[in-house]
């Protein structure tokens, strides 16, 4: 841990943790208690400038989380991941692209045991987020290349030189509500950040609750709580007195505006924000803050967060809460926050489902911000059926993206088409088009063969499965007729309610009602 040198904090009442003798300041030479004496006095003057001010002492629950990795086994039991104490032997690896980094999958030799996922487990909680008391912080890659892509911003800073007055850019963290942005990479960014080199970065400030804020000392190892304005006013002395510091922002709602004064000189700052609400947006503009896009755990992932959480029973109950958790995320997609608990998805799928069933011609327009970089701010389409991926944009910047959570896209798709015309229809596949080719959302993802851009999309990516004999492989029908896709559906009943043969007509895209219909999901004649 940091020494016991003089606090680079504003102190109120400090409760200071008991320390042996040996640790005392007996063995200090005069001038340096002297020092430390004179700091000391500096920071208990500053006292009187602020209000609300709290000693807390969990500073160690978090500096000394201990550590767990999962590892994903090839033909391994149960499941096919298995815990490990301690830190992993190897994290993973990232390589530059534009101003942040993305995972390195190149450098993963095949075959060989694969880190899935990190635990950091802090025995007081993480309740200094002001979230769930929760004991576990679940690393992925994902979280992971956050704090990589800060601490590439600290390198830089610190190796510049002082007469270049560099300070690294503001940050932005946003991504789909309930993966673990504040919980997992604001935890996990707060744990690195107070292992970094104390003298280069004595403090680490995390903004909760509109205003609140923990002043973490590394100097004195303890834990300082402002309230309201006494948070900025601290912050603001200690770059006024030439100490360096980093901020962790958390916002919590639409009320919460981080302060024009936030990043003071000489400090980072990473604001973590969800797409429904807006109130950081000028800050982020007049900041120039760069963005860094979440994504959502995947299914491996997950996997781990199971594994991990039935650590102590044997494999086939694991392999059991895993096949459970598996049916909500394919429901609901990886949203941490209710695929979990059976009560919380319950409630939280059934509120989609009546989203969807009481759309109305009137409410279409919501679902155009699909396909697009919108917020989400009183979007109530995006807000329960929408996730966020990272998308590259100019210059290789990260950009958020809504798609649909796939098992409700296939619901949403069906209910858009009775509810749009058909151009309308189209515009909407369209802006989508990318996430249906590689997503898989059901049958209603038919209707997207009647779009021309989509069938144009995909002409390029279809492969004739290797012919049983020797024949020549053939060009496929879209590519060959590329002008006479269909351009209509209709919904072929089963047998027993058809009561005579029925022609075939050209250019109506046929989809079966049967739910296991032959070989395919739809078919249509050029």
């Not at 006292?47 to 000693?55: G, I, L, N, P």
């Not at 749009?420 to 189209?426: D, K, L, V």
């Not at 496929?476 to 009561?499: K, M, N, W």
Request: aromatic share 10%; charged share 25%; with cysteine.
């Amino acid at each position: 841990m940091p020494g016991n040198q003089a606090s680079a904090v504003p102190q109120g009442d400090i409760r200071r943790r008991a320390k042996p003798e040996s640790e005392g300041d007996t063995d200090q030479p005069s001038a340096t208690r002297g020092r430390v004496e004179e700091v000391r006095l500096l920071m208990w003057t500053l006292d009187s400038r602020v209000e609300e001010c709290t000693v807390w002492e969990d500073y160690e629950s978090v500096y000394n989380a201990s550590w767990h990795h999962v590892m994903e086994v090839a033909g391994g039991e149960g499941t096919g991941m298995e815990v490990h104490e301690g830190e992993p032997p190897q994290s993973w690896t990232y390589k530059a692209v534009g101003r942040t980094l993305e995972k390195d999958d190149g450098v993963e030799q095949s075959g060989a045991p694969r880190l899935r996922l990190m635990v950091l487990t802090s025995d007081e909680a993480w309740h200094f987020l002001g979230r769930e008391a929760s004991t576990d912080c679940y690393v992925n890659c994902e979280v992971d290349r956050v704090w990589q892509i800060v601490k590439g911003d600290l390198t830089e800073w610190f190796s510049s030189r002082p007469e270049d007055h560099f300070t690294p850019h503001p940050r932005l963290l946003t991504g789909t509500p309930g993966i673990g942005k504040s919980m997992a990479a604001g935890s996990y960014l707060l744990y690195q950040l107070l292992h970094y080199d104390a003298e280069l970065l004595p403090v680490v400030v995390f903004f909760f609750s509109a205003g609140k804020a923990y002043v973490f000392d590394k100097t004195t190892e303890t834990v300082t709580l402002y309230a309201d304005k006494s948070s900025i006013k601290a912050v603001k002395e200690l770059s006024r007195r030439g100490m360096k510091g980093y901020i962790i922002y958390d916002v919590i709602g639409r009320f919460d505006i981080p302060s024009p004064c936030l990043p003071p000189g000489g400090w980072g700052m990473l604001v973590v924000a969800t797409p429904e609400t807006t109130s950081y947006i000028h800050w982020a503009s007049e900041k120039r803050a760069v963005r860094i896009v979440m994504n959502c755990p995947d299914e491996s992932d997950v996997k781990g967060m199971c594994v991990w959480k039935k650590r102590n029973q044997p494999p086939p109950q694991q392999a059991e809460y895993w096949r459970e958790v598996k049916g909500r995320m394919n429901k609901l997609g990886p949203i941490l926050r209710y695929i979990f608990d059976e009560g919380d998805y319950n409630h939280w799928i059934g509120d989609c489902h009546n989203l969807v069933d009481w759309t109305t011609s009137r409410e279409i327009q919501r679902y155009f911000a699909f396909g697009t970089s919108k917020m989400w701010e009183g979007n109530k389409a995006l807000e329960y059926l929408a996730r966020i991926v990272r998308v590259r944009g100019e210059r290789n910047g990260e950009s958020p993206f809504n798609v649909p959570i796939t098992d409700l896209a296939s619901e949403t798709l069906c209910k858009l088409k009775t509810l749009m015309t058909q151009a309308e229809f189209n515009l909407f596949v369209s802006r989508i088009r990318d996430y249906l080719l590689h997503a898989n959302v059901g049958k209603c993802a038919m209707f997207a063969f009647l779009n021309v851009a989509f069938m144009a999309a995909i002409r390029r990516k279809l492969k004739e499965l290797k012919p049983p004999t020797r024949r020549p492989s053939h060009r496929c029908a879209p590519e060959v007729y590329s002008q006479e896709g269909p351009t209509r559906h209709y919904f072929l009943p089963s047998v027993e309610h058809i009561d005579k043969k029925t022609c075939i007509n050209h250019r109506l895209l046929y989809i079966p009602e049967v739910e296991k219909f032959p070989l395919v999901d739809a078919f249509f004649s050029s």
